[in-house]
């Protein structure tokens, strides 16, 4: 959690105060810093999500249907900064707030999937009934990730094309660039530590009975 707090406080750093205007959007574009790798984030955590499902679904693995679970939350959050940034970009670019977009209605879609997922969580008593369930659900959405990623090559869309990933001829300049990558690792670091301690949070949930988790306690109280 350190390292993302730090790359936080670089990443902003660089990207609100030492990369200059956009010569079109002016400051405007600075709301990229959170937009983009909460977006870039919101494909990533769900493929974590649905190829942990997948995992726990055929070969019965219980940390891999955990992952899946802890993963669900956060990944809806990054879907909808992704979203809520989106529109306060849009406004003053679009000079509308929101439109049935290929990239945004795909992006909205991705959100429900998470929320369905999260929803069938809750919805069963026995967790690994509820885990086979959000797996079925996580491995057929996969189908809207590069509908997500493509869209704005497969259709005429307001949003903007493909930048970072031009690397045959780049359309951010270095100054706004580095910033936005450290950003993303900020971001991915910060998933992987928040995902982590709910997995372990939620193993000792699982196994509150094992004996090895009752040593565990005891050495904890006994050190403090």
Not at 120 to 138: H, M, T
Request: hydrophobic share 55%.
């Amino acid at each position: 959690m350190l390292l993302s707090l730090v790359l936080f406080a670089v990443g902003l750093y660089g990207g609100l105060v030492m990369a200059p205007a956009d010569y079109q959007q002016g400051d405007s574009f600075r709301i990229i810093y959170i937009h983009v790798p909460s977006a870039w984030m919101s494909l990533f955590v769900y493929m974590v999500m649905a190829i942990s499902g997948g995992i726990g679904l055929i070969w019965h693995m219980k940390i891999a249907e955990i992952v899946a679970r802890s993963s669900a939350p956060i990944g809806a959050s990054f879907t909808f900064i992704a979203l809520v940034t989106g529109a306060i970009w849009g406004k003053p670019m679009w000079g509308t707030w929101w439109v049935w977009d290929a990239r945004l209605t795909s992006e909205l879609i991705l959100l429900f999937l998470y929320l369905g997922f999260i929803a069938l969580q809750s919805a069963f008593e026995d967790r690994r009934v509820a885990a086979r369930a959000g797996a079925i659900l996580a491995l057929v959405g996969i189908v809207n990730i590069p509908i997500i990623h493509y869209s704005v090559e497969w259709w005429n869309t307001l949003h903007q094309g493909p930048t970072v990933t031009k690397f045959d001829s780049p359309s951010i300049h270095l100054s706004m660039l580095i910033p936005l990558l450290i950003m993303s690792l900020a971001f991915t670091s910060y998933y992987f530590s928040v995902m982590l301690t709910r997995c372990r949070s939620e193993i000792l949930e699982y196994e509150a009975n094992a004996n090895w988790v009752k040593e565990l306690l005891t050495t904890k109280t006994a050190s403090i």
